[in-house]
Structures are given as C-alpha cells and as structure tokens.
C-alpha cells in the first residue's frame, strides 16, 4: 500500500520563504513522476510543480522564477521550495506520485501567507 505524507506547511508573511515535503512508502522500486497541487478556498485544484523521473520539471506561470521543484528518486521524496511567498499563495498543497501507472495523492499540508 503506497501512502504519501506531506510536511512543511505552514504561517509565514508576504515575501518569506517555506519547503514542503513529501515522501512516498509502501512498495515501490521507483516512481514516475511527482508534483505538488494546490486549492484554494472556492477555487479547484491545481498543479503547481510537476517533475518526472528524467528530471524535466514544469510549473505554472505564477510561481515560475519563485518554486522550484526537485525529486530524490532513490528516497521516494519530493521537495517544493518557495520563495518569496504572495498572499495569493495561500492553500492547501497535495503532493502527487505516479507509480506503476496509478496516482497517489497526500492529505495535504496548508501553507497560509500573510499580507
């Protein structure tokens, strides 16, 4: 059974800085792909980060030049470093695997911003 726990979120003000993690367990020789999502209260889901086995990562136009995303493979862990943080960052943010061709997804951790 593959589970995925999320750590890192937290308050922090406009301009701070915050790193999310996620770490898959279970049986699992390798993973596809991970990324973190993000929900806003009255907004759907979205992908924030994406990074796939090879390495090739892909965001979302509005944390481009902020986020950046990287995968340990070998540990099963995805990290989200985010850098100076807008108000409009706040949500909860799931982290996301794709293993075996099947995708898991963490409880999500809140990251709130202040202005």
């Known amino acids: 059974q593959v589970q995925l726990v999320e750590s890192g979120g937290g308050l922090v003000q406009a301009g701070g800085s915050l790193t999310l993690s996620c770490t898959a367990s279970?049986?699992?020789?390798?993973?596809?792909?991970m990324g973190w999502y993000r929900q806003a209260p009255g907004q759907q889901r979205e992908l924030v980060a994406g990074?796939?086995?090879?390495?090739?990562?892909n965001y979302v136009d509005s944390v481009k030049g902020r986020f950046t995303i990287s995968m340990d493979n070998t540990k099963k862990t995805v990290s989200l470093q985010m850098n100076s943080l807008l108000p409009e960052d706040t949500a909860v943010y799931y982290c996301?695997?794709?293993?075996?061709?099947?995708?898991?997804w963490g409880k999500g951790t809140l990251v709130t911003v202040s202005s």
């Open positions: 990074i796939g086995s090879s390495g090739v990562t």
């Open positions: 279970g049986s699992i020789f390798s993973v596809n792909s």
């Open positions: 996301k695997a794709k293993i075996y061709g099947e995708d898991y």
